[in-house]
């Protein structure tokens, strides 16, 4: 439990970060910029350390580490960077003839006081991400980072103090206990990363505040695999999209569904890019410095009963298999023959298993993924126009990628996030600054000009003649 004395000092953080929130609003863009370059040159210094950092979190390889974790959130600060003016600027609109006289625009604003709670697949990306958007916005903000990854936690609790006063930007370190003592807060806004478990619990808390939430969950992502579709290419992505952070994503491929003419070619495709990733030398995959590990026993084990649970209900291993729980090893692994009474049909994955199925008509794979939970992201592999375009309008998903798949996370202009199950608002790029953001209408009427005084009572005829006139032609 979080003592009666760390429960008075996050209120009082909470109470501190008012004062600076509302100096904020008047923050100039020159200066938001400012913070965000002093962000990025820490980076820069650092690198070593946060590849340090999570390798000892779980293996993450230096490669992975550069363009998964630090990547992203450069890119991110150099967008904010080259359009924040911009996105600052009042954006004028037009005006309705009922409102000739007046003259109206949008004005951006901080919401204010913000919460982030990050996870720990990718524990520097995902909080310190959101973080470019919130300081974009103008926000303050108390971070939670995950204690999965603690040695990450660490690090970024030291960013945010090299940096930071903690009126702006805190870092608060701890167990679940903390982030329930968080959420009892009134924040103007949360940004939520995690499983939408937990994120239920997020949205139900904020509610209670009426607080405004951004919820990037999870889902189970599916992978069309078209018969029009270039197997080996289709391979050389899913594989690596699914098996980077050893599975551990929450827009990696969660199952396939190939046409059932082209399943053995495409596993054999798979294998072979499992092989060439991870083994080219065939010393084992236990032995590649490019594969990542399991976070932890717990979701190692979980993994462990998944496969079982499989293997005992009629699926079969098509590659891969092999564990190692002293080291949370886990190899690469395809499985086929899934049925839906299986923990790998029905739950998110989110670790080193792809099941396979097959369809024979495409209108099986869309009644399929529609009889589930709207996913994260939706990936569709073929060369067939008409397909594409079929899976795109008869599905829901928070993003859809053709012919590749996780390279979507990576583009500063497209909105990130889920629908419904898997998500709840946007982010990235300016989007993300959205999320932090009020978009408050400003209406401006000339002094002494009235284009509304027959409309007032008394109601006479005159301004009955009017209002019908506007329902009829406006």
Excluded at 173 to 182: D, K
Excluded at 235 to 260: E, M, R, S
Excluded at 397 to 412: A, E, K, Y
């Amino acid at each position: 439990m979080v003592q009666k004395e760390a429960e008075g000092e996050l209120s009082q953080l909470f109470e501190n970060q008012l004062y600076k929130s509302i100096s904020l609003r008047r923050s100039s863009h020159e200066e938001r910029i400012l913070k965000l370059k002093k962000i990025r040159e820490w980076i820069k210094t650092h690198q070593e350390d946060i590849r340090k950092a999570l390798w000892q979190d779980f293996n993450k390889p230096a490669p992975e580490v550069d363009l998964n974790e630090i990547f992203p959130v450069t890119s991110e600060i150099n967008h904010a960077i080259k359009n924040l003016k911009s996105w600052m600027a009042p954006k004028k609109v037009s005006t309705p003839l009922p409102m000739i006289g007046t003259s109206a625009w949008i004005q951006v604003e901080p919401k204010g006081r913000s919460l982030i709670i990050s996870p720990w697949n990718f524990p520097f990306n995902l909080t310190i991400g959101p973080l470019v958007s919130a300081i974009a916005a103008g926000c303050t903000a108390i971070i939670k980072p995950s204690e999965f990854s603690p040695k990450t936690s660490e690090l970024i609790a030291r960013l945010i103090r090299d940096l930071f006063e903690e009126d702006e930007i805190a870092v608060c370190l701890g167990e679940v206990e903390v982030s329930t003592e968080l959420l009892k807060l009134p924040f103007d806004h949360i940004f939520f990363t995690g499983s939408p478990t937990v994120g239920k619990i997020v949205m139900k808390a904020a509610a209670q505040h009426l607080s405004s939430v951004t919820l990037e969950l999870g889902g189970k992502s599916p992978v069309i695999i078209d018969s029009s579709a270039d197997l080996k290419d289709a391979a050389q992505k899913i594989i690596w999209g699914k098996f980077v952070n050893c599975g551990q994503t929450c827009i990696a491929p969660d199952y396939i569904l190939v046409h059932d003419s082209i399943k053995d070619q495409f596993i054999m495709q798979a294998k072979i890019q499992i092989q060439g990733y991870y083994d080219p030398s065939f010393n084992g995959i236990e032995k590649s410095t490019d594969y990542a590990r399991i976070i932890n026993l717990k979701h190692f084990q979980r993994l462990q009963n998944m496969l079982n649970d499989a293997l005992v209900k009629g699926g079969q291993i098509a590659f891969g298999g092999k564990t190692e729980i002293s080291s949370k090893y886990f190899e690469p692994t395809l499985i086929a023959a899934i049925s839906s009474e299986m923990s790998v049909f029905k739950e998110e994955i989110f670790g080193p298993i792809l099941p396979i199925l097959t369809y024979n008509n495409l209108q099986e794979a869309i009644d399929l993924i529609n009889s589930q939970p709207k996913p994260l992201a939706l990936y569709f592999f073929g060369t067939n126009s008409s397909h594409s375009k079929k899976v795109m309008d008869e599905t829901s998903s928070g993003n859809m990628v053709i012919n590749d798949c996780v390279l979507h996370f990576l583009h500063n202009e497209l909105p990130f996030g889920g629908v419904n199950n898997s998500g709840i608002g946007k982010a990235h790029g300016y989007h993300g600054f959205l999320a932090f953001s009020n978009e408050k209408g400003v209406l401006k009427q000339r002094v002494g000009y009235n284009n509304v005084s027959l409309l007032r009572p008394p109601y006479g005829i005159k301004a009955k003649q009017i209002i019908s006139s506007l329902i009829k032609w406006f």
